[in-house]
């Protein structure tokens, strides 16, 4: 069945609205509840597809992700068929892929990016390991995050798990090449280890914008690959932390034994760099960002000098202040005392509009089923997720509209919130 005759068509209770994309299993649609008004994807296995084993491949990624519930792991809703067609109907993920954000950064993820989403990724590939399953095809185009910052891990289509038929032949290579383990490209046999380097190579990508293993011919990439050679990640970002290159060559040893035996194991010192990078971060009164320890200690001791400075200069200006008083009081003529009161109030009226500067903040707005435009009295504004700014307690007047939603008004009070989720119905 053809793009244009499945778009509209009704798969159980599911409408399908628009096609995805295609991979190398099937073609993926977004559909909608006819009841409820969930969003859902739909992958359908094509006919130009069901040889060479995909139909056991595709029936044993229905298995496996329907016996997988995490918050880091699309869930599978149902499996049928149309037109004779296997289908997998699994939850919708918007946003953009791993991939999709390091291209529209132009190179690597800011850090505490970065470190949160490979701790979650971990998390994920830990629970399918404690199931028996080894995922074998991670990589930055199966990671999802969506516009609400949830990190979804997708494709189980070539997951081996405990009860899975052989899909593979001794000697037979199956996954992405970048990011196959050298057990894999020398024909040897899939464990978890496999998930462990592809981990390693993920990392890389987000800290530096590209893969640790790239070569113009196949041969050279495998030589690369069985070496485990590959440019150290600090030498093309500056910036990246000696605990995350640490993480890098821990995963992509060559000989699996020298890896991370366990994404357990790894799950620690990922949660220990997420950490990291939330200490690290500047705080909003600290423009210059992180102090070194010298900096602080040079700031302990001019802090133990102040008082004994503090305590000679006040004896000094008292005596100062007391002769200007005296002075003034003797010489001012009258009716002075109200413009100097003006005067005085001023500093207090200039830090009242710094502070109302201050509060005002970004504030994203996000629909919970797709995407909406965003207008201001007529004005198209963006398309959502859409960023503001407004300060707190400002009251917010916009409008979402959506082709085939009736427009929904917008009105709330900016508070501490930094995200605002509507829905829209038809």
Known sequence: MSRSLLVNQSIGEYRIE???????????????????????????????????GFVERFFNEARIQASLQHPNIATLYDFCEVAGQPCIIMEYVDGQTVAERIAAHGGPLPPPETARVFEKVVEAIDHIHRHGIIH????????????????????FGIAKGQTSPGLTQVGSVIGTIQYLAPELVCGGAADRRVDIWALGVLLYEMVTGRVPFDADSLGELCDQIKRARYVPPAQLNPAVRPEVARIIARCLKENPAERYQSAEDLLSDARRLTAAEAVSRPRPDDAAGEESPERASEKTGAAKAIPLIAAAAAVVVLGIVGLVALLVLTSAPAGTSEPAAAKAAAPAGAARSASADADERAVELQVSDGRAEV????????????????????????TLRRQGYADEPVDFTVSEKKSYTFSMSK
Not at 378 to 398: D, F, I, S, W
């Open 375 to 398: 207008y201001r009295d007529g004005k198209l504004l963006g398309t959502t997720p859409y960023n503001l700014k407004a300060r707190v307690g400002e009251r917010v007047r916009l």
């Open 136 to 155: 074998r095809d991670i990589k930055s185009n199966n990671i999802k995050v969506s516009s609400s910052g949830q990190v979804k891990l997708l494709d």
């Open 18 to 52: 628009s096609f995805l994309g295609a991979g190398g299993m099937g073609e993926v649609y977004c559909a909608v509840h006819s009841k409820i008004g969930r969003f859902a994807a739909v992958k359908v296995l094509t006919s130009a597809t069901q040889g060479g």
